[in-house]
């Protein structure tokens, strides 16, 4: 069971980033994959998620606007495109992955059963 993150790195205030995780080896369907981050000394914050059948997103208000998220069905793969980053976007983002996700409990981390190891993205100038 894996889900492997990648495009992290750095990048400038107001630029854009991209992230992907991909999926393999899973012994359940996935409905629902999504991304949170943390930053250091601060918890765990949702992103957004997507549902895999319905293509339903879930956004961290906050966000909505700056970040999208995306699916590829084919790829398995699930992609986070942020834009008009600030410094305080930097973080580790998880990737993560559900077998079903109530649409009132996406936001909460228990609601996943897969995690992946994350991917740092830090913005600076």
């Known amino acids: 069971v894996q889900l492997v993150e990648s495009g992290g790195g750095s990048v400038q205030p107001g630029g854009s980033r991209t992230l992907s995780c991909a999926a393999s080896g899973f012994a359940f369907s996935i409905e629902a994959m999504g991304w949170f981050r943390q930053a250091p000394g601060t918890e765990r914050e949702f992103v957004a998620a997507?549902?895999?059948?319905?293509?339903?997103?879930y956004y961290t208000e906050s966000l909505k606007g700056r970040f999208i998220i995306s699916k590829d069905d084919a790829k398995g793969t699930v992609y986070l495109h942020m834009n008009r980053l600030r410094p305080d976007d930097s973080a580790v983002y998880y990737c993560?992955?559900?077998?079903?996700?109530?649409?009132?409990?996406?936001?909460?981390?228990?609601?996943?059963?897969?995690w992946g190891q994350g991917t740092r993205v830090t913005v600076s100038s």
């Open positions: 997507i549902s895999w059948s319905r293509g339903t997103t």
């Open positions: 993560v992955a559900a077998r079903e996700l109530h649409s009132d409990l996406y936001a909460l981390g228990d609601s996943y059963d897969a």
